[in-house]
């Protein structure tokens, strides 16, 4: 009988990749899809992060790894997620993405220096909370959108970190999870959920914050769709992913105070 094996997703800077361990945690197989992000003409910096195409890539870079380990999708156990922390993901009432950036935009620098002068007390304070300062976090990314695309700003239902997303491709649902929440500079890391009040401060929207679920939680499952274009089987356990150098440490052991890693 097959041991069973734990597929991991990963959405990177500069590429995407479908890593397949054993039980034991041993890696099996890699695919790897390189993507770039594309500049927005007339705002210096700003990298989007292409939703279509980059699922389009991933959705290869599964397909690829388990014809390279010559693994049946039904002895996949389960699937998750991580990527590069700060991206984030703007979707509308139907779950449908409305706008995306990766974790190096800096689109938004503008911003960031405008709410530093304006708001002179806030960025110190959302640190103290999140852990994140202005510059690539989402407060001055969602102010640019709001200024900039206020059609895709008055649709905007909800936001994810870029992990996240990954996830509700696979099974239709929008949650985070701290570790990458926290990058968002709209979080609360002693409480482990949002601080809307942040946002809500710089008169954004406050309630376009999904739930948050522990890294390891079972999200949902793969359903039709996504299993047709992955090559992963219908109902597949999809589970609560996290930032990459968190997880990262998780994988190295480095998860006590006082250890450190350099990745």
């Known amino acids: 009988m097959s041991q069973g094996y734990l597929l991991a997703v990963d959405a990177g800077t500069g590429s995407g990749r479908a890593v397949l361990f054993n039980t034991r945690g ?18 210096p910096g700003s990298m989007t992060f292409e939703t279509e195409s980059n699922w389009q890539l991933l959705s290869n870079a599964i397909r690829q790894v388990l014809h390279d380990a010559n693994v049946n999708a039904s002895e996949v156990l389960a699937v998750s997620a991580t990527s590069m922390r700060e991206g ?6 139907d779950g449908k993405e409305l706008w995306a950036c990766a974790n190096v935009d800096a689109r938004a620098s503008h911003e960031v220096r405008e709410l530093s002068q304006q708001h002179p007390d806030l960025e110190q304070h ?10 690539l976090g989402a407060l001055p990314r969602l102010w640019w959108v709001k200024r900039n695309r206020p059609e895709i700003y008055e649709k905007t239902r909800a936001v994810t ?26 979080f609360n890391n002693a409480k482990r959920t949002w601080e809307p009040t942040l946002a ?30 992955t090559g992963l089987a219908e109902n597949t356990p999809v589970i609560m992913g996290g930032g ?5 440490c ?10 450190a890693a350099i990745l």
């Open 26 to 43: 041993e890696q099996v197989a890699v695919a790897q899809e390189e993507w770039q992000h594309r500049s927005e003409a007339g705002f």
């Open 88 to 93: 984030i993901v703007l979707y509308d009432a």
């Open 126 to 135: 959302a640190y103290k909370l999140s852990g994140q300062t202005f510059a």
């Open 161 to 186: 970190m870029i992990s996240d997303w990954v996830l509700m491709r696979l099974c239709g649902e929008l949650a985070t999870d701290p570790s990458n929440g926290g990058t968002t500079g709209i």
């Open 200 to 229: 809500g401060d710089l008169g954004l929207k406050e309630d376009i914050f999904p739930k948050v679920l522990e890294p390891g939680s079972v999200l949902g499952k793969v359903h039709r769709k996504a299993a047709s274009e």
């Open 244 to 248: 990459d150098a968190q997880m990262g």
């Open 250 to 259: 998780v994988g190295l052991g480095v998860v006590k105070s006082g250890q």
